[in-house]
């Protein structure tokens, strides 16, 4: 089986891929801030801000990629928010709708081959792959070399399994479970199994406008998981129009940031680095250095405001935004702050 799999995706990736899409999205999104003053007081006293200077953080993910998914891109895109669809090898239909997404801007995550339990037992899409490892490679291979991505950064762990979690550590950069919950800027939520909200057959945007303003009230970052659009038989199905009305009151509010769970993962990620960062004092200035998280997105950024001083990586010093910060790259590992 595994030989013939190979042999279609060197086929399909003739058909449908487009070399180069990038599953990194470096240019963060601009707060809704008035103009603000750079800042000239004492040097340093360092904040990261939170949700890139949003009050809270929102994300939309797609499990099982399944027909009414396809069918339903076209409304899901018109919104105008970047999305995560957690792709089954098995059970995407090799569509080329996938690919488009991609160069949208969603972002395609890993939901192993064939969406079976840790013990290889309940499989729902064909025969388990023989390991754990076998089922997270050859969907991460099928969604890069059909669809044209450059990487696979996130999963989500069927059933929300996590027998999983130990595997996918060594895979991925965040993997995204079924408990409920949010997560909070700089708080001890576990990267290898994250909350989300699991919409329940039926359920409408009442339900997830009150998730959203209890977010919002929170200053958190929420996860909505969404399976069936309706009409394919798949589990738990809502209507795509109370999807995107949920979406038109979030981006109503003005200070929710709306994007995919790798990019706004990546964000809460690199807070919590530079936060934890060792400082050392070298001559009048300080310095910072912080470690990534392994497998964690190249070209990320984050948000910051300082009391005063200059602050600088690779002797380049970082311009001020008067949008309220300066915005530092995370793949140096280092930051100075000088007078």
């Not at 957690?86 to 991609?102: E, R, T, Y």
């Not at 995550?109 to 792959?129: F, M």
């Not at 576990?190 to 909200?197: A, G, Y």
């Not at 002797?315 to 001020?320: N, R």
Request: proline share 7%; glycine share 10%.
């Amino acid at each position: 089986m595994h030989s013939l799999r190979l042999a279609f995706l060197t086929v399909s990736a003739c058909l449908f891929s487009t070399p180069g899409v990038s599953q990194t999205s470096p240019s963060l999104p601009t707060p809704p801030n008035a103009p603000v003053p750079k800042p000239a007081g004492p040097i340093g006293n360092l904040k990261v801000l939170n949700w890139a200077g949003f009050h809270a953080a929102l994300t939309y993910t797609f499990d099982d990629s399944i027909p009414s998914q396809i069918a339903n891109y076209p409304k899901l895109q018109a919104t105008g928010v970047h999305m995560t669809f957690f792709l089954v090898g098995a059970s995407d239909g090799n569509s080329p709708v996938w690919a488009q997404a991609a160069k949208d801007g969603h972002e395609l995550g890993n939901h192993t081959e064939h969406h079976c339990h840790a013990d290889a037992t309940g499989c729902a899409w064909g025969p388990y792959a023989g390991s754990l490892e076998s089922e997270y490679d050859l969907a991460t291979d099928h969604i890069k070399q059909t669809y044209g991505v450059s990487n696979v950064w996130t999963t989500a762990t069927p059933y929300g399994d996590m027998g999983f979690d130990d595997v996918a550590k060594t895979r991925f950069f965040l993997n995204r479970g079924v408990r409920g919950g949010q997560i909070a800027p700089n708080d001890a939520s576990d990267p290898s199994n994250l909350p989300t909200f699991v919409a329940g057959a039926g359920q409408t945007a009442s339900v997830f406008n009150s998730l959203i303003d209890a977010d919002r009230a929170a200053g958190n970052w929420q996860i909505l998981l969404f399976h069936s659009l309706g009409g394919d038989g798949g589990y738990a199905p809502v209507d795509v129009a109370d999807v995107i009305a949920s979406i038109d009151h979030a981006k109503s509010t003005g200070d929710i940031w709306i994007d995919s769970f790798v990019n706004v993962g990546a964000y809460w990620a690199g807070q919590k680095a530079v936060t934890n960062a060792t400082i050392t004092r070298v001559g009048a200035n300080t310095l910072l250095t912080w470690k990534l998280p392994d497998h964690f997105p190249s070209g990320r950024s984050i948000r910051v405001t300082v009391t005063g001083g200059k602050l600088s990586q690779g002797g380049a010093t970082l311009p001020w935004n008067p949008a309220g910060y300066y915005e530092v790259a995370l793949d140096p590992g280092s930051l100075t702050i000088s007078k």
